[in-house]
């Protein structure tokens, strides 16, 4: 009950506040209402516009559709030009250039002007027809227009090799190999990925698998175990071999032990028979000379002579007998006398005393091919042959040697310019009675830079000089290069250990008498410790390796 009563007064309560709001509101109203009418009459009435009058519902435009393009006369007539003398078609095309040529004349009859560009006529040919149309049948131009046979479309071998990198190729391609301790060479790497991936095409483009190997020894992937570049042996770094060929590794090492063991056990085989043969030898002589001579022996020594001689008449046979059976003993090894010839102590073409000085004759004659320029020629011949006037005689000597074939000139225009090339294949050192002759040696003295192969040299030597036994004997031309090298005498220039090119290390000119091995080497140019002189630089070879080194 009571809860209900305080209802009811809350209820007045608010009943009577609103009302007393209300009773409040209204004259503040009321004053509002009197200021406004006070400012009205101050303000004077503006004039009013005249409202313009409205537009009638049909004179409105209505655009239900878009506005088409007029299109200009001159671009109609090509359009039309087109639909009526053009087609496409498959196999075909016509060339740009006949078909405006055709257009403009066609304009020129009709008296109608030419409105449209070359560029802008192949651009509406190309957006209509494409590139592969034709002239209609029913056009008059069918036959006066030429038609040509449309390329077929190249097709590029796709293979999956070409999205591959060559890092992983040459990866994969060492590991199938075995991945050796001593290394793959470059060949082989090359032709087993020629055959494993042909649309590589290493074989036709082997910088590309050189770049990728040399690019992986760089970063530290591949390893390059001896050698360099194209003459390299390459392996993956780290990778341990495969097991068939650490087997055959293996016994390759103990083939190569034993070898060695057994040519110990031979050297000290011989080195203990030469001992014993040099005992038996040496001691029946010891014997005789060191028996000291006593006081009245003379009779007994000359009884003993008696009764040798006496031996000896009797029994010639038993020492013939004696001399067979210590013959195999007593052989040594002969020693190798070389006649030298009067006018000389040495002869470094014919009778060299070590087969270091026939390098320098040597790499003159193998090495090609034989080129000097003019003025080298020139100057051999004043400085050998005071008496020829080189300079009146050489340029017509030198026109006629072109003439006969025994020489071309490789560079230059005229004649006393650039360089000559000798063609001769037998040539003789020793002949110089014609001028023919002299500038032959002059070029072969004077070409520079002397540089042959391991091979040709071996061969000159061989030809020249039998003595050397250089084919049953080949450590000692290989002691020989060695020497050389390290003297400074020769250079190597490619490849590895005796497989290379050498040449000599500072240039080599030689005079006729020892070009023809008449006289000896000078000592301006070899001296006791090897080469001495100006250094030569060598020149640039096609790769662009050893540009500016100097021997």
Known sequence: MPSIKLKKKTQEYLAEKERSKQLSKEPEEEKETEIEKTKKKDVKPSPKKKEKPPVPEAEVPVILEKRKRTVPPGEQQLTDWFAEHVE?????????????????????????????????????????FGKEFGI????????LIREIKAKPKSTKPKAESLTMKMRDIVEEILKETGNPTNGVRFPNIKVATANKYPALQVDLQPHKLLQALERGVYYGRIELVKGTGKCGFYRIFGAEPREDIK??????????????????????????SEKENKEGDEEPAKTEEETPKKKGTKRKIEEKGDDKKGDEKKGDVKKEDVKKEEEPQKKKKKKRHIKKPKWEKTDPHSNPEKIDDTFPLAFTYCSEPKEASFGKIRKYLVDNYP????????????????EKGIWEQSSGNSVGQGSYRLLLDDFDPESSKTIDDMICQAIVASHEPKQ?????????????????????????FKTAMERALKNGVIRQITGIGMSGTFQLAKPFIPPPRTLAGVEDLTEEWIGDEGVSGENYVVRKTKSGRYAGIQA
């Open 136 to 143: 209609k049948e029913s056009s008059p131009y069918k036959g």
């Open 247 to 272: 087997e055959k590794e293996e016994k390759e090492k103990e083939k190569e032990k034993q070898k060695k063991e057994e040519k110990l056990q031979k050297k000290k085989e011989r080195k203990e």
């Open 88 to 128: 496409s078609r498959e196999g075909a095309s016509v060339s740009y250039q006949t078909l405006y040529e055709y257009f403009t004349d066609f304009c020129a009859q009709q008296n109608i002007p030419v409105t449209v560009d070359p560029s802008q006529f192949n651009r509406d040919v190309k957006d209509k």
């Open 387 to 402: 008496s020829v006037n080189a300079e009146t005689r050489l340029k017509p000597a030198i026109e006629k040697g072109i």
């Open 452 to 476: 042959s192969t391991v091979i040709r040299i071996k061969q000159y030597i061989m030809d020249y000089h039998p003595d050397f036994n250089i084919e049953s004997r080949p450590h000692k």
